[in-house]
């Protein structure tokens, strides 16, 4: 089969790799959508110790039964599937306390030296597999793993129901994070971020308001739509020091911000803001086994709009040029999926 393969720092090569087949209780899938994550890019160029070559890459993907080991029991081939790409033991403490993201002994699909889904073929557990409904189409089912990082961490904020929202940052996880308030019944969203065609995207999401602080006073435009009050959640999704401090500036006493971004080790803030205005502070990794269950059933049900996120779909021969463009921020790109078309 074909995949392309991580073999040092910014080397992917598209190659011939032996064929898979299932273990009992795994599924083999033919890969038919397989996101390119910003943790993918990082890894690629050797930055974050997490991609230990040679491996194959790729833990946003969605895939089609081809064939089914012995002792599974709910799947079947022909059936698409969104994978939970955390393979965990369920017998460790954190599994029998429910974390299984935790899990003292899982195996990550396309992180470290665990082969990922930037390939024809994957096998992976039964258990990891959430049916797709008929009719999803596959390059969204893969959005499923950055949407439960999102939906994990907007579900810190608690119930925002009629509440107003601040966004800061619309990269893929930031974007699909203001879909979450969204469909959690958010009033009013506004967005803010330095490049206007992604503030067109939000927009397209359902974005209230968008601002380029560039250009705008994102504080005076925030505090008069606000009647001086400021919102009453903040959402960081970049990870650097000037888009934590908007998030905290504009924040309403006692109001909640949740940071899921995670891009510098250090950060100045205004800690006598959090302290006065009794500001609380929540930070958000990853998501849980059950969070990933929700947002598949989200999917399912028809309640997500998240064509805009998808910039290209590309095939997987194509995936180590994007890689180089996605490196070089070329051609303003926020989500890049390889298919199988």
């Not at 028809?302 to 995936?319: F, H, M, R």
Request: charged fraction near 25%.
């Amino acid at each position: 089969m074909k995949a392309v393969v991580y073999e040092g720092d910014n080397c992917l090569v598209y190659k011939d790799v032996p064929d898979v087949s299932p273990a009992a209780g795994e599924v083999k899938l033919r890969i038919r959508a397989c996101g390119i994550c910003g943790s993918d890019v990082a890894g690629y160029q050797g930055l974050t110790g997490r991609r230990i070559a040679p491996m194959i890459m790729g833990h946003e993907f969605c895939g089609e039964v081809e064939e089914c080991g012995e002792g599974t029991e709910t799947l079947k081939a022909g059936d698409i599937v969104a994978v939970y790409p955390v393979n965990f033991c369920g017998e460790c403490e954190m599994c029998r306390q429910g974390d299984v993201h935790l899990c003292l002994n899982k195996k990550s699909y396309g992180v470290l030296d665990t082969d990922g889904a930037f390939a024809e073929y994957l096998c992976v557990p039964e258990k990891c597999c959430f049916p797709v409904a008929d009719g999803v189409s596959p390059v969204i089912g893969s959005l499923m793993e950055p949407l439960a990082v999102a939906y994990r961490g907007v579900g810190h904020l608690g119930d925002v129901r009629g509440k107003s929202v601040f966004l800061a940052g619309t990269g893929t996880i930031g974007l699909l994070a203001m879909v979450c308030t969204k469909i959690k019944g958010a009033a009013r969203i506004f967005v803010s971020d330095m490049d206007d065609d992604r503030l067109a995207v939000a927009k397209a999401l359902g974005a209230d308001v968008t601002i380029n602080p560039g250009k705008e006073d994102l504080h005076k435009v925030i505090m008069d739509a606000t009647g001086g009050m400021g919102v009453d959640c903040g959402i960081e999704a970049v990870g650097i020091a000037p888009t934590v401090q908007q998030v905290m500036s504009v924040l309403r006493f006692g109001g909640k911000a949740v940071w899921i971004g995670n891009n510098r080790k250090m950060i100045e803030m205004n800690m006598q803001e959090v302290v006065t205005r009794e500001l609380q502070i929540f930070g958000s990794f990853l998501y849980g086994y059950r969070e990933f269950g929700e947002v598949v059933e989200l999917l399912n049900s028809g309640k997500l709009n998240v064509d805009p996120l998808i910039s290209k779909e590309i095939c997987l021969k194509d995936a180590p040029a994007y890689f180089e463009k996605l490196k070089n921020h070329e051609d303003n790109l926020i989500k890049v999926v390889v298919t199988d078309a």
